[in-house]
């Protein structure tokens, strides 16, 4: 009877097989490793370049990664809509059955294994290998598919026709019902990095993304592989950032605080292009405004104001600076931005340059950021650069230097425990200068050449 079944489908009209998908296990052969793409059994289109890549590392670390009983059933590795090497989900089987999903995750150029423990996802996958033969895919939610504050959320459906009569299969046919079953992940770097929320494998350091495991050797951090001179060099030189800064120059005299956020868009033409966003001055302290970050926001840049005779003018980024420019970090490591295009600016009026420009960038991989410091710990920071701001001011005899600027700077960073972070000066005239530190923490200012 079932061969008849068979028969009869393959003389269907072409308007059902839109609408159903039939998947035999008896029709599709075993896993080939060597070619996962011909033996996937999703019902969606995958990122089968991800998968490939990932099963290779798994092979080759399976004894660092394996935690459970059951094995990988590789046929049925899902992207869930992502199709930028980014992320992908495998059924741990047991006895033909479903017992656990293990994840893995790309954050910069590792990539993170971390099991879930999800009846429900575990439900999904179970319905889709059961062996039911007639089913209808739903197809995934992308706005569904989000990135809010370095937690990222994939979202997938399938709903499973279950007949009452083997002989009469279809809807409408013999009687039956629809079961829909979900599969739901919110994630963060953390998750994966953390062994106590279930990361495993590569001692939670991750497994190179590349190489030997048939990836990209491309640094997804750094796809250009600029020095950090150069990439200063082309984040000033972008149009849309250094038409800004021209913006700003005259606001350095302002009454408060201007700037501009950074972000990418669809060009329509299948590119993308920067868009770019006045940021919100706060309405009670002038010294202060509203960065929005967005899941492609890659930079911001803004004044520091000038003061009056007698006032204290630190025309270097503060606590609250820095903090902003590392939340634009993790959110960068939850998208899977290139860490090196992420950039923070800030421009003051110099009476020498007439105008100095500021620049931070960072060049980390991600795994060694510090957690976003809450409104409590920004005002210790604040009272602690200001008091050192103050002393310097006294013993300079009334003025704070760029030199003084510059060890208030990295002093601020070590507090913070923020490293890898390059800090560069653009004079004028366009001139661009490293500032590099020595094991006394004092600053030079190097040329970019």
């Known amino acids: 009877m079932r061969k008849k079944i068979i028969l009869w489908l393959s003389t269907c009209g072409v308007c ?9 296990d008896d029709l599709i052969s075993s896993l080939d490793s060597q070619n996962l793409k011909s033996a996937s059994k999703s019902l969606w289109k995958e990122d089968e370049k991800f998968i490939q890549n990932v099963m290779k590392i798994y092979m080759e670390h399976e004894t660092k990664i394996k935690k459970i009983a059951g094995a990988p059933s590789w046929e049925y590795a899902m992207s869930m809509g992502k199709l930028d090497e ?64 370095g ?24 009687g039956g019902h629809w079961e ?8 963060s770097y953390q998750d994966y990095s953390n062994p106590d929320m279930g990361g495993s494998g590569g001692d ?71 868009q770019t966003t006045p940021l919100n001055p706060d309405s009670t302290d002038p010294d202060k405004m509203h960065v929005g970050i967005y899941a492609t926001s890659y930079g911001f840049i803004h004044t520091h104001l000038d003061k009056p005779e007698g006032s204290l003018a630190i025309k270097i980024f503060s606590p609250a600076d820095i903090n902003a420019f590392l939340d634009f970090i993790h959110n960068a490591v939850a998208n899977g931005t290139p860490l090196g295009e992420i950039f923070g600016g800030m421009i003051a009026s110099d009476p020498d340059t007439g105008y100095n420009i500021y620049q931070m960038q960072y060049v980390g991989n991600g795994n060694d950021l510090p957690p976003v410091f809450t409104k409590a710990q920004l005002e210790v920071l604040k009272s602690d650069y200001t008091k050192i701001a103050q002393e310097m001011v006294t013993e300079n005899g009334g003025s704070i230097t760029h ?29 661009v200068k490293t ?9 030079s200012e190097d040329n970019c050449l």
């Not at 030199?403 to 001139?431: A, C, H």
């Open 16 to 24: 059902m097989m839109i609408l159903y998908s039939c998947v035999h």
């Open 204 to 274: 939670n350091g991750g497994f190179d993304y590349g190489g030997g495991s048939g990836g990209s050797t491309v640094d997804p951090n750094n796809p250009q592989n600029l020095t950090p001179c150069e990439k200063t060099k082309s984040t000033y030189n972008n149009t849309a950032v250094k038409s800004r800064y021209e913006v700003l120059k005259p606001k350095t005299a302002g009454p408060g605080e201007s700037g501009f956020g950074f972000k990418t868009v669809p060009d329509g033409s299948g590119g993308t292009t920067t």
């Open 180 to 187: 829909t079953s979900y599969y739901n992940n919110c994630y």
């Open 151 to 174: 937690i990222i959320c994939v979202s997938q459906s399938v709903s499973v026709w279950h007949p009452n009569d083997e002989n009469n299969p279809w809807p409408g046919q013999g």
């Open 403 to 431: 030199s003084d600027m510059q060890r208030l700077f990295l002093k601020t960073l070590n507090q913070m425990n923020l490293q890898n972070i390059i800090l560069t000066k653009i004079e004028g005239d366009n001139i």
């Open 86 to 149: 980014t992320f992908m989900v495998v059924p741990i089987v047991e006895n033909g059955k479903v017992v656990n999903t293990l994840v893995c995750a790309r954050f910069d150029k590792k990539v993170y294994f971390r099991y879930e423990n999800s009846e429900e996802n575990n439900k999904f996958f179970n319905e889709i290998i059961s062996g039911k033969e007639f089913r209808v895919s739903v197809t995934s939610d992308n706005s569904k598919n989000t990135v809010q504050k």
């Open 435 to 443: 500032i590099n530190y020595n094991s006394q923490g004092s600053p």
